[in-house]
């Protein structure tokens, strides 16, 4: 697509387009009354003037043209290919708009809901999310009733504060926010999730689609490079003044830590410098609590610069330090063995002190029954397996190997075998004593190894399916995760493996958000 016109021109043009009773909203309006809702259109009294309202809900629906208001991940958002400085900053100011007005509406106590004119495919379709977003269809009553949350009138609107404050409830924000593992682990632990700051398109688009879609308090998502974006400005579109956030979450990219990278390797790598942006996130939001999540290479020698920064400025900012410390997923019934280092932060004005580290709630099989006291054993591989895969599930995918390699995935001992016992030996690998995982299967009887962003290929790892000549799936994978199978990975297979293996294992958030949530607890 080509931007021809004159600014005049283009002018002119887009003063014609239609602000109300456009096509989209009439199907929508169609399905509506079908249905018997009733509703009112083009609140103009609220912030965005939503395009249907449900006061007796205290529900909304905006109909968002994909172009205009930036779906992402949409291919009727590309923009046009010339004259894109003017285009960009018009649309990135839309969605400004949009997220400022969704922010007030939350706030007040309005669940907003986002309809997408790309999404308006089938009536059927169209009329079970309007089911499942509005619950009970059948009519109200009295139309002309007020809604208890806002009163009209002309200056704008009021808020009954009984219903908006929300008294109690955690808050969040997730910085480098991936698919979304903690802010689900978050919403698990009813703490309620404002912002996230995620810079990878495809992960946005999952975030998108399973935190933000499916739940009516919705964050606001920035798929932008957090050095970028001012804190005053993320603080403004989550509703937060200082001290005002809960919990700040985050797991700045590990890669420049990792454990792979040898002899020095990653020292000054540019990604490191991102754990000292999320310190600057705390400085400035002085949340009650922080949680910071990476690999255990943090802790090495090469890396003590950063990490003791950190902790240095964390400290100075008033905060009780817990950790660094290194915590096995296996140990709280994660099916993985997996290593990662959390740190967490609470506030000096929060008077409870935590249980640091968590207690294990898992243990291994050949735990004694004094030091057992009632753990069950370590969740194995075999439960990820145990469960068929739904046909239509789009994350229940695999890579597809060549003729040679599932030969010699065959000739692999299933449940557990490695590479070194299969037909093919390599010349690379016949003088060397490593990596000994790359092309085995896993073992069902053992936890899972842990997931990596190359989950998906079996050349990175231990990542061949016990007992068939091929990959695990992404779904596999994110059962590994302990994500559920209704959680849908965007971006295809590679892009699905990537952000599987950089997620934090959902049950093991909720068990540390929940430690600290003692602190936080009035």
């Known amino acids: 697509m080509t931007d021809v016109f004159s600014a005049r021109k283009r002018s002119e043009i887009m003063a014609k387009i239609h602000g109300r009773d456009t096509k989209p909203e009439l199907v929508v309006r169609k399905a509506l009354r079908n249905l018997g809702v009733k509703f009112k259109s083009h609140f103009r009294e609220l912030p965005g003037t939503p395009d249907f309202v449900f006061p007796e809900k205290n529900k909304l629906i905006f109909i968002h043209g994909c172009f205009w208001h930036g779906h992402r991940g949409c291919r009727r958002a590309k923009l046009p290919t010339s004259n894109k400085v003017f285009w960009k900053t018009k649309i990135r100011k839309n969605a400004d708009r949009d ?31 309007l089911e499942n977003f509005l619950g009970d269809t059948r ?12 009163r009209n009138n002309r200056k704008g609107f009021k808020t009954d504060r009984k219903l908006s404050a929300r008294d109690g409830i955690q808050t969040a924000i997730d910085l480098f926010a991936g698919a979304g593992g903690l802010s689900l682990a978050a919403k698990q632990c009813k703490i309620e999730v404002r912002a996230a700051i995620e810079n990878d398109r495809h992960a946005c688009a999952s975030y998108q689609k399973n935190i933000i879609d499916r739940h009516t308090k919705q964050p606001v998502l920035l798929e932008e490079d957090i050095a970028r974006i001012t804190w005053r400005k993320l603080m403004r579109l989550a509703g937060f003044k200082k001290r005002e956030c809960g919990v700040l979450l985050g797991g700045p990219p590990c ?70 410390t290194v915590l096995n997923a296996r140990d709280y019934g994660v099916p993985q063995n997996r290593r990662r280092v959390f740190v967490v932060g609470i506030r000096s004005d929060q008077a409870r002190e935590i249980c640091w580290p968590p207690a294990p709630t898992h243990c291994d099989p050949r735990t004694g029954p004094k030091e057992r006291s009632g ?23 695999h890579m597809q190997h060549s003729a040679e390699m599932i030969e010699v995935f065959r000739s692999t001992p299933k449940n557990g075998g490695s590479r070194s016992e299969s037909m093919r030996i390599l010349p690379c690998h016949k003088h060397h004593n ?19 962003g190359s989950c998906i290929n079996p050349s990175k790892g231990r990542f061949l399916h016990p007992t068939r000549n091929h990959g695990i799936t992404a779904r596999h994978a994110a059962r590994f995760q302990t994500f559920p199978d209704g959680f849908v990975f965007e971006g295809g297979l590679i892009a699905a493996g990537y952000q599987i293996g950089n997620a934090v294992p959902v049950r093991l958030g909720r ?12």
């Open 99 to 129: 997220l400022t007005a969704m922010r007030k509406l939350r706030r007040s106590g309005w669940s907003p809901h986002i309809i997408w004119t790309c999404e308006l495919k089938g009536e059927a379709s169209l009329t079970r999310r």
């Open 139 to 150: 009519p109200q009553g009295n139309s002309n009733k007020r809604s208890n949350v806002y």
């Open 255 to 324: 890669q420049g830590f990792s454990t792979h990278r040898l002899n020095g390797d990653g020292v000054g790598d540019p990604r490191n410098d991102l754990l000292l942006t999320y310190l600057d996130g705390i400085e400035a939001l002085r949340p009650k609590a922080f949680l910071v999540e990476n690999v255990p290479g943090l802790l090495w020698e090469r890396h003590r610069a950063h990490l003791s920064l950190f902790l240095k400025r964390a400290n100075a900012l008033k905060y009780r330090v817990y950790g660094p």
């Open 375 to 397: 753990r069950p054993n370590w969740v194995t591989a075999r439960d990820v397996f145990l469960q068929p895969l739904r046909k239509a599930d789009p994350n229940a995918i």
């Open 434 to 452: 490593g990596h000994k995982d790359v092309y085995g299967r896993m073992d069902p009887l053992r936890p899972g190894p842990t997931i990596t």
């Open 511 to 522: 068990v540390i958000l929940r430690t600290i949530l003692q602190a936080l607890q009035k």
